[in-house]
């Protein structure tokens, strides 16, 4: 076809699905910036995430669908890029928030901190604006994680009000709870103290405009955690365990405390942790040190998915350990697990987009 129009351009990428939505990119809306030249064509695809681990067969998709229905010869540029889906019920109380994910557990120890600090840095990397938001009030580690517990907090003065301004490392906005307490201070945290703490963290802090804002939790399902997670307009929760019985019959317990009437949360997977050991001097070897298959079970009884697994590692704790968590070989752990969590935030806002739309 010599002559073809824009038409013909969305007709033809009309025969693309995103794999996640089950709808074409082109009624999602996800094709945009057309420009039609003779034997050259340029167009963007916007995907509704940067982590978005299936860029590359979107992309593969596009040129075939233009190979087949427009012609060969056709020179197709394409513009991969990143728009990311809103979460309605977050964005309607902080506007330039697009989502709020908790990371919790039921048990302190099984590596919450490390996985919220590891997803948030592959995010950040992606090209994604990401905040990191330390609300352990009972052992703030974000900053050991990131190198940064000696930072101190500037204030500025914005909009006729007072901000905090949040620590940037590897290109993720950080606060933590840790920056304000001196360490062996000990805090007791009460329910309307805490509630007040996490509003100060939001409207507090000049978080400016995020795609992701990852919420370390404090571990556990009590008072304070509960309301916690009734204060923040969350997007949805990531649940933290290990594969031990104890561990796992705490993480059920997490699960239940999202999905109560009063804090109901979407669950938008579990992480395993700890899930096996690979030893360096023998890498065709895998242990299963601490069981198998308690967090599947879990997450099939909560209707949710595994987001992915963590082997225990020394590079893992060497880098939380030495504020390195953003170190690039790391952060090869924490990819898959960052790219099945932006994927399922993507499925949510556009099922609750739609029912919404009628
Ligand atoms: P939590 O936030 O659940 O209390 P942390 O993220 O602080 O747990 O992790 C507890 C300790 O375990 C830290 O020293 C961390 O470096 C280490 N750790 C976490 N995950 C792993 C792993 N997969 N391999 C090795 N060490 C780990």
Known sequence: MSNYQVEDVLKALSHVDDPDLHKDIVSLGMVRDIKVEQNQLFFSVYLTTPAC???DMIENACRNAIAHFIGEEI?????????????KKTNAII???KNIIAVGSGKGGVGKSTVSAGIAAVLAKSGAKVGLLDADIYGPSVPILFGVQNSEIEVVNKNGGELMLPVTVAGVKLFSIGFLSKPNEAVVWRGPMVSQAIKQFITGVDWGDLDYLIVDLPPGTGDV???ITQTLPLTGAVIVSTPQNVAIADARKACAMFKMPSVNVPILGMVENMSYFIPEDAPDKKYFIFGKGGTKKLAEDYQTIVLGHLPINTRIMNDSDNGKIYDEQNLEFFTEIAGSLVRQIAILNNQQNSSSNG
């Open 53 to 55: 681990p299936m860029k």
């Open 95 to 97: 506007s330039n928030v």
């Open 75 to 87: 020179a197709c540029e394409i513009n991969m890029t990143a728009d990311v889906s809103v979460n």
């Open 225 to 227: 955690q509960i309301t």
